[in-house]
């Protein structure tokens, strides 16, 4: 059973870097079938995709519209895990950050337990 | 980029009934559709993917299907435990997008 693990900061200045992590059990970051992605949740704007990692015969990375050009997706074998980077965070950057694990085609199931993360001076 | 589109944005019902909701894509999406369950508090829970497949532990009563750029979320027989968040999400091709959800509320 695939299991999330996100860790990382609650509050984050405006201008900062928002950096966000999640282990990953059950199974390999680098897995030929899987595809480890970024959401996030806010009331303004409901689920939001941010982007996503996944390996093939090379790393593949995809990023959101509204994000494009401020966030770095990683992953990290030895440590099976990836992370998110958002750069120069704004209020309206405060939302539920989730991770998630998708078997190409299977939806996104497994979730982390999100993290709230506000962007507040 | 391909936007979805959900109605109705809210939606008043009661134990026992059944309801629809509608996603529609601006382009083709294929089967490529999945609809999620939120609830305050907790994470997102996946109900269906392939626009219609259930994953392992979603009732029967959540039926999800496909004609052409639309897609329909149909849940009979509501329980309390139902009444949420759902949204729809394709995943066909990338920036994968969410519709804007719909708040479905005990009458």
């Known amino acids: 059973q695939v299991q999330l693990q996100q860790s990382g900061p609650g509050l984050v200045r405006p201008s900062q870097t928002l950096s966000l992590t999640c282990v990953i059990s059950?199974?390999?970051?680098?897995?030929?079938?899987?595809?480890w992605t970024w959401i996030r949740q806010s009331p303004l704007r409901g689920l939001e995709w941010l982007g996503r990692t996944y390996f093939r015969s090379r790393w593949v990375i995809d990023y959101g519209v509204s994000v494009r050009g401020r966030i770095i997706i990683n992953a990290d074998t030895s440590k099976n895990q990836f992370s998110l980077q958002l750069k120069s965070v704004t209020r309206e950057d405060t939302a539920v950050y989730y991770c998630?694990?998708?078997?190409?085609?299977?939806?996104?199931?497994?979730w982390g337990q999100g993290t709230l993360v506000s962007v507040s001076s | 980029d391909i936007q979805m589109t959900q109605s109705p944005s809210s939606l008043s019902a009661s134990v026992g009934d059944r309801v629809t909701i509608i996603c529609r894509a601006s382009q083709g999406v294929s089967r490529f559709l999945n609809w999620f369950q939120v609830k305050p508090g907790k994470a997102p829970k996946l109900l269906i993917y392939g626009a219609s497949s259930l994953p392992s532990g979603v009732p029967s009563r959540f039926i999800g299907t496909e004609s052409g750029t639309e897609f329909t979320l149909t849940i009979s027989n509501l329980q309390p435990e139902d009444f949420a968040t759902y949204y729809c999400q394709q995943s066909y091709s990338v920036p994968y997008s969410f519709g804007q959800g719909t708040n479905l509320e005990i009458k």
């Open positions: 998630a694990g998708e078997t190409l085609g299977r939806g996104l199931d497994p």
């Open positions: 059950g199974d390999r970051v680098s897995s030929l079938t899987g595809a």
